[in-house]
């Protein structure tokens, strides 16, 4: 029997669906492929077998991101960023009174997940990433993404051949080659692909998927994780697996591709893990956080030129101004020296509006704020922010010309599908901190 379906409202507005199975004190949370439809993957009967297998250790809870399957539709120019899914995530697991779950990744889902638990290691008592990692695309450091040439051709098979019983067989001939005369399974996946997205839903999911790279947040992630790889997938998954602090790796020998092709050898690791991790804490005094930093650009001589009484005023009106925009995009303010606000965001995309929204706004009261991002790993004293994190996001911002928000390379790599768009401003030296780093400028809409 499926299980009944039930609706999580996110923060802005849209319906998630989400199921859940069994009992028990953990719960489970389990992210595959980056479309999906909750009661149509129950006529899989692996994807079946997985569910209850998972089941078994605590409550299960499955859900459909929004833009695919059984939750809100979205506008197929606006398909959900990592960021907004992992919004999702948090609005399915509070609408199911889950405070802590292990979660558990597949395939496309190795990005969202580890951010997950780097930002919320509160909400996280286990990671487990099964044949999943932090990026898709090759780079000449990442030589186990797909080249550009592989990624043009999928993009054109799937706005092509979505949907179609030809494209289904010779992606189960792909991942399952044992079962590629199985006529059920191949039409399940024809089918599955047009109950959770549409052609043109797909081609952007793919592409937001693709432009991730959340390798620069792997060292920020402190809780229990276990990696799982098959044969196929090992060099990679084991070169993940040693960014993360304290990470167990486990070489599974299987050759099938994909779990669901032979998912034993993975359900007994997953079991001796999930056993274990107990009531394991995880370091809640070192979160992924994204800082912002703003000030306005020459207050010395403004403040001169307008004398004590106006300029007063005018830092009144920005200090208030500048506060409701935080409070708008969910920023915590850190501290305010002069003219300059320190905030800090568990989300990048909010953290840039945020920043754009400041930078437009100030011109009104006639100035200009520069601004600059990072994210990174922040250590949390009675509910402050500090770190080299924290430095480096100073940095950025005193390198930020009038009205230019000018942020890392790891916050443009985090908010892929956003609709931002940045111009390369080349590597820096940033004073203080070891090393080079590549700066991006954020395009206004006006460009």
């Not at 949370?29 to 079946?48: M, Q, R, T």
Request: glycine share 8%.
């Amino acid at each position: 029997m499926i299980p009944e379906t039930k609706y999580a409202k996110t923060a802005d507005g849209y319906h998630v669906a989400y199921q859940t199975l069994g009992e028990g004190s953990t719960d489970i949370v389990p992210i595959g492929k980056y479309f999906s439809n909750l009661d149509h993957d129950w006529n899989e009967p692996g994807i079946a077998r997985r569910n209850r297998v998972l089941a078994e250790l605590g409550r299960l809870v499955l859900f459909d991101g929004r833009g695919t399957g059984l939750s809100d539709g979205v506008r197929g120019d606006r398909l959900p960023t990592l960021e907004e899914r992992i919004d999702d995530l948090r609005a399915v697991m509070d609408d199911a009174d889950s405070e802590r779950a292990v979660v558990v990744a597949f395939a496309d889902a190795g990005a969202l997940s580890c951010l997950f638990a780097a930002t919320y290691p509160g909400r996280t008592k286990a990671l487990i990433l099964n044949n999943t990692g932090p990026r898709t695309a090759w780079a000449p450091d990442y030589p186990w993404g797909m080249t550009p040439e592989e990624f043009q051709s999928e993009l054109e098979e799937t706005e092509t051949r979505w949907g179609s019983r030809e494209y289904a067989a010779e992606i189960v001939r792909g991942i399952t080659p044992e079962r590629a005369n199985d006529e059920a399974l191949i039409e399940w996946w024809a089918s599955s692909m047009r109950m959770s997205a549409s052609p043109s839903a797909a081609v952007a999911l793919l592409r937001m998927y693709h432009e991730m790279d959340v390798r620069d947040v792997l060292p920020a992630i402190h809780v229990p994780t276990l990696v799982l790889a098959s044969d196929p997938a090992a060099e990679e998954s084991e070169a993940m697996a040693r960014q993360i602090p304290g990470a167990l790796f486990t070489h599974v020998r299987s050759p099938a591709p994909v779990v669901m092709a032979d998912p034993e050898p993975f359900f007994t690791e997953i079991r001796r893990f999930v056993s274990r991790v107990g009531e394991d804490e995880s370091d809640l005094d070192r979160v992924l956080e994204t800082v912002l930093f703003t000030d306005i650009v020459g207050s010395t001589e403004l403040a001169a030129e307008r004398g004590d009484r106006a300029w007063h005023d005018l830092i009144e009106r920005h200090h208030g101004f500048v506060r409701g925009v935080i409070a708008r995009w969910r920023g915590r303010e850190m501290d305010t020296a002069g003219d300059g606000f320190f905030a800090a965001f568990d989300g990048p995309a909010r953290a840039i509006r945020c920043a754009q929204t400041v930078v437009e706004g100030v011109r009104s009261m006639g100035i200009e704020v520069r601004a600059g991002l990072h994210t990174g790993e922040c250590d949390i004293t009675d509910g402050k922010v500090a770190g080299i994190t924290v430095a480096i996001g100073a940095r950025i911002a005193s390198l930020a010309g009038p009205s230019e928000v000018l942020v890392s390379r790891t916050v443009r790599d985090l908010v892929t599908g956003s609709g931002l768009d940045f111009e390369d401003r080349g590597e820096h030296a940033l004073k203080g901190v070891p090393g080079e780093w590549r700066l991006y400028a954020l395009r206004s809409e006006r460009d």
